[in-house]
């Protein structure tokens, strides 16, 4: 067992959650302004106010305002929900057509959810082992 002066102090231990939370923050903001891009397509691709907004709540639209708060979860939700409203070939068609959205924003949009999942799950893994080091450093004490 290790003496507790050996153990990192607590600006170690939270620095590398605290970076990570940086970064997820950043990614974060990119996804929202990509929404706003994906939105800009619809309004192209769709010009019937009605359809777009029906257009927009498939897309994630729900989600936004939370996910640009810093809910996490609905960042997850709409990141999803545009991922999945990419991946319909018929939506893919509409925006595409007269180049109106490129077609490697899609590619560029998943690569993004699979990103900022797997950085979720990393910041959570570490706040989970910060967590077990404080446990375990009042054994110690």
Same mark, same amino acid.
């Given at each position: 067992?290790?003496?507790?002066?050996?153990?990192?102090?607590?600006?170690?231990?939270?620095?590398?959650?605290e970076?990570?939370?940086?970064? !997820?923050?950043?990614?974060?903001?990119?996804?929202?302004?990509?929404?706003? /891009? !994906?939105? @800009?397509?619809?309004?192209t691709? /769709?010009?019937?106010p009605?359809?777009?907004?029906?257009?927009?709540?498939?897309? @994630?639209?729900?989600?936004?305002?939370?996910a640009? $708060? @810093?809910?996490?979860?609905?960042?997850?939700?709409?990141?999803?929900?545009?991922?999945n409203?990419?991946?319909?070939?018929?939506?893919?068609?509409a925006?595409?057509? @007269?180049? #109106?959205?490129?077609?490697? /924003?899609?590619?560029?949009?998943?690569?993004?959810?699979?990103?900022?999942?797997? #950085? $979720?799950?990393?910041?959570?893994?570490?706040?989970k082992?910060?967590?077990?080091?404080?446990? $375990?450093?009042?054994q110690i004490?």
């Open positions: 067992m290790l003496p507790a002066k050996a153990l990192p102090d607590d600006d170690a231990r939270s620095g590398a959650s970076l990570l939370h940086i970064g !997820l923050v950043n990614m974060g903001n990119v996804c929202t302004q990509n929404f706003q /891009f !994906l939105k @800009g397509y619809i309004d691709a /769709f010009t019937d009605a359809v777009q907004k029906v257009q927009y709540v498939i897309a @994630g639209q729900n989600y936004y305002r939370d640009t $708060r @810093g809910d996490w979860e609905a960042m997850v939700s709409m990141n999803t929900s545009a991922k409203y990419l991946a319909n070939a018929g939506n893919v068609t925006l595409t057509a @007269g180049l #109106n959205m490129p077609p490697a /924003f899609v590619t560029t949009k998943k690569q993004l959810v699979i990103i900022l999942m797997c #950085n $979720r799950i990393i910041l959570n893994w570490l706040r082992r910060v967590w077990k080091l404080l446990i $375990r450093l009042k004490i």
